[in-house]
Every structure is written in C-alpha cells, then in structure tokens.
Nanobody, 115 residues
Framework: QVQLVESGGGLVQAGGSLRLSCAVS????????AGWYRQGPGKQRELVAN???????NFADSVEGRFTISRDNPKNTVYLQMNSLKPEDTAVYYC?????????WGQGTQVTVSS
C-alpha cells in the first residue's frame, strides 16, 4: 500500500516560484512513474509533469521550461519546482504514482497565482 502526502502549495504572485513536495510511504523504489496533475476551476484534470524510472521526464507544453520534476529516492519524495508562475497555473495539484501494485493519488494541494 502506498500513501502520498503533498505539501508546498500556497498563494504566490505572478512571476514567483513554489516547490511542491510529495512524500511517499511504501516501497518507493517500486514506483515506475511519479508525477503531478492539476485541476483548475472548471477544468479537467491534466498532466503537468511526470518522471519515469530511468529519469525520463515529460511536461505539459504550458509548463515546459518553467517547471522541473525530480525524485529523491533516499527521501521517498517527488518534487515539482515551479518557476515563473502565471495566473493560469492556479489549480489544485495532485501527486500521482504508479507502483507495482496499482496507481495512487494524493489529496491535492492548492496553488493560487495572483496577477
């Protein structure tokens, strides 16, 4: 069983930065995919970024060049560094992992970017 706890959300002005953290309990090394999704007001949930075993990363076009994703295996944590934030980045951000025994989601953390 895997549990995810996100942190790091908050209110920031446009152009600012935030770093989201996702602490993962369970067998972190058996996670093949770790990523972040977001759901803005009135929008569908969308992939923001993910990192696959081996280090390959994928980003949504809207965040490419501004966001980075990383995983720290000794700390069992996945990070999303968000720079040059825009009001349209406002959303609830969800951590997601795919493990050997299933897929898991965090409870979400709110990110609000003011103009």
């Amino acid at each position: 069983q895997v549990q995810l706890v996100e942190s790091g959300g908050g209110l920031v002005q446009a152009g600012g930065s935030l770093r989201l953290s996702c602490a993962v309990s369970g067998s972190f090394l058996r996670i093949s995919v770790a990523g972040w999704y977001r759901q803005g007001p009135g929008k569908q949930r969308e992939l923001v970024a993910n990192i696959i075993t081996g280090g390959r990363t994928n980003f949504a076009d809207s965040v490419e060049g501004r966001f980075t994703i990383s995983r720290d295996n000794p700390k069992n944590t996945v990070y999303l560094q968000m720079n040059s934030l825009k009001p349209e980045d406002t959303a609830v951000y969800y951590c997601y992992v795919k493990s050997w025994d299933g897929e898991y989601w965090g409870q979400g953390t709110q990110v609000t970017v003011s103009s």
